[in-house]
């Protein structure tokens, strides 16, 4: 098939990569020149594992094209994707305004069917707005062509997004009209053959399914949170608690992890969209305003453990953390929402200094931190390391906050000799208690029994 994707951001590119590489001929539109020449030119502006791999190989043969041209994007397709970005509004609610631009776009140049895929995270009606955008422009055309809108979420995990798409637990497809649910099935046959995976509903419930997951995710980990936080205050374990629920069947081991709380471009921005959408409807989702209040004060937990370890917010002042993992997760350079700046800016406050490394997103996190503290504070009070190793060097105590692979067995040794104040701070729960205190380092987990031996 012929298939255009309207943005090729993180959702967008992966996207048309996994279509072009099974066979499809897929053009990827962004309205950013920079972005298409650094992708015409071989480059890939995001950081996603084996991404760059695949879209290079189906850039040579001719299967993955880029361009800034409506024209070209839509002269091309048979179907097109939505995928451009849908960042919260001041009061919550998912700003439409890209999708809605996109989509009048199409209206004005459509001229054979053509079906019109939402794959951008859209509140329930959207697939609506998104018809009346289209008809409204071929109205003013006084052109008639067919088209469908088909709601298709994604359920793409950063660090994980290949993996996601080509092997999916399941491809959910809104749509009230046959002929597109056949043509959508085609499409994603490659991916769901073995298996059944593909779910047919009507286009708003699709439009709900993707927050209903995501809110539910996001749930278990405020939950999970607030849990770690009682087992601390009760001399109980959060990480044996885990396991022993995870292995309920009803329940399931996964997204059951205690940490600095959730961050990233999807939790916490559908969170807040569909709180707004309860509101909306005066129907308030009480359960997930929980959720975000509990997220939010998450973040502040490794800070107010330093606050613990050292007798008051005082005490800290002139000292020097160091920060292992910046990026809200392994295996990617996004830096939003990201809990380890929200540690950064109180470690400031305070007076610290921070050593930070991170394998992949020091240099987004340096220009946020620029932007945000200006670049004398940051002269004076941040220095992003090389390696693992030169963070910590000279620090008085160091925090983990990303579980990236290469901080999980460390030499605990050379941190005892290293760390001034002989402390370690683990943000993810990766480290074995005994392991840490055997070489002489203090140890404080999120929701473990504490080992600390406070100074
Ligand atoms: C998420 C969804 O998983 C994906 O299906 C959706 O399409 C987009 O949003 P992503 O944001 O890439 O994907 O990351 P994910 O792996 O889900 O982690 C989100 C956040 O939750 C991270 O900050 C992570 O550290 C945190 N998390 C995750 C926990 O704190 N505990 C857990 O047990 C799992």
Known sequence: MNISVIGSGYVGLVTGACFADVGNTVLCLDVDERKIALLNSGGIPIHEPGLDT??????????????????????HADVIFLAVGTPPDEDGSADLQYILAAARSIGQRITRPV?????????????????????????????EVQFDVV?????????????????????????????????????????????????????????LTKYAANAMLATRISFMN?????????????????????????????????????????????????????????????????????NERQKNVLFDKLV??????????????????????????????????????????????????????????????????????????LFLAASAKEAAAGADALVLVTEWKEF????????????????VFDGRNIYDLEAVSAAGLSYEGIGRINHAVHP
């Open 54 to 75: 695949l879209v290079a190989r189906n850039a040579a043969a001719g299967r993955l094209l880029f361009s800034t041209s409506y024209d070209d994007a839509v002269a």
């Open 115 to 143: 079906i019109v895929v939402d794959k951008s995270t859209v509140p329930v009606g959207t697939g609506d707005k998104v018809r009346d955008a289209i008809a409204g422009e071929l109205a003013k055309r006084g052109a």
């Open 151 to 207: 709601s298709n979420p994604e359920f793409l995990k950063e660090g994980a997004a290949l993996e996601d798409f080509t092997r999916p637990d399941r491809i959910i497809v809104g749509s009230d009209n046959p002929a597109a649910l056949k043509q959508m099935r085609l499409l994603y046959a490659p991916f769901s053959r073995q298996h059944e995976k593909f779910i047919e509903m009507d286009v708003r419930s699709a439009e």
């Open 226 to 294: 607030e849990l770690a936080n009682l087992a601390e205050l009760l001399g109980a374990d959060i990480e044996s608690v885990r396991l022993g629920m995870g292995k309920d069947p009803r329940i399931g081991p996964q997204f059951l992890y205690a940490g600095m709380g959730y961050g990233g471009s999807c939790f916490p921005k559908d969170v807040k969209a569909l709180i707004r959408t309860g509101a909306d409807h005066d129907q308030p989702l009480r359960i997930l305003q929980a959720t975000e209040d509990v």
């Open 308 to 381: 613990r370890h050292y007798g008051s917010a005082g005490a800290l002042h002139g000292k020097t953390i160091a920060l292992w993992g910046l990026a809200f997760k392994p295996n990617t350079d996004d830096m939003r929402e990201a809990p380890s700046l929200v540690l950064i800016r109180a470690l400031f406050a305070a007076g610290c200094k921070v050593r930070a490394y991170d394998p992949v997103a020091s240099a987004e996190a340096e220009r946020l931190l620029l932007a945000e503290h200006g670049q004398a504070r940051c002269a004076d009070l």
């Open 408 to 423: 999980r067995s460390p030499d605990f040794r050379y941190l005892a000799e290293q760390l001034r104040d002989k402390a």
